[in-house]
């Protein structure tokens, strides 16, 4: 059984940064993050392959977000610079539990979520 614990989460401005981790028992293989904010449905923000050679974003996080992963110390980070308000939202850890050739951005694909931890961008 795989669990996933987020931390990392808080109050920041706009323009600011928060790097979020996940920290992650059992065995996992690609893990991405999700977000979902207030009476929205919950969106892909970007995944990251077993060994972390592969990566994927959705288009509004490009060149702002960096997702990446320490095996050793048993983490995923998604790295969040220049952050906006409208990036508003519970974000959530998640993992699948077999390896995949391909990265997913469907949230059914994944086995695995966590809590969620909030971030709020406000001046």
């Known amino acids: 059984q795989v669990q996933l614990v987020e931390s990392g989460g808080g109050l920041v401005q706009p323009g600011g940064s928060l790097r979020l981790s996940c920290g992650v028992s059992?065995?996992?293989?690609?893990c991405g993050w999700f977000r979902q904010a207030p009476g929205k449905e919950r969106e892909f923000v970007a995944a990251?392959?077993?060994?972390?050679?592969?990566?994927y974003y959705t288009d509004s996080v490009k060149g702002r977000f960096t997702i990446s992963r320490d095996s050793a110390k048993r983490q995923v980070y998604l790295q969040m610079n220049s952050l906006k308000p409208e990036d508003t939202a519970v974000y959530y850890c998640?993992?699948?539990?077999?390896?995949?050739?391909?990265?997913?951005?469907?949230?059914?694909?994944?086995?695995?979520w966590g809590q969620g931890t909030q971030v709020t961008v406000s001046s």
């Open positions: 059992g065995r996992a293989y690609s």
């Open positions: 998640a993992a699948q539990n077999a390896m995949s050739v391909v990265l997913t951005d469907k949230g059914s694909e994944f086995d695995y």
């Open positions: 990251i392959s077993w060994k972390g050679g592969q990566t």
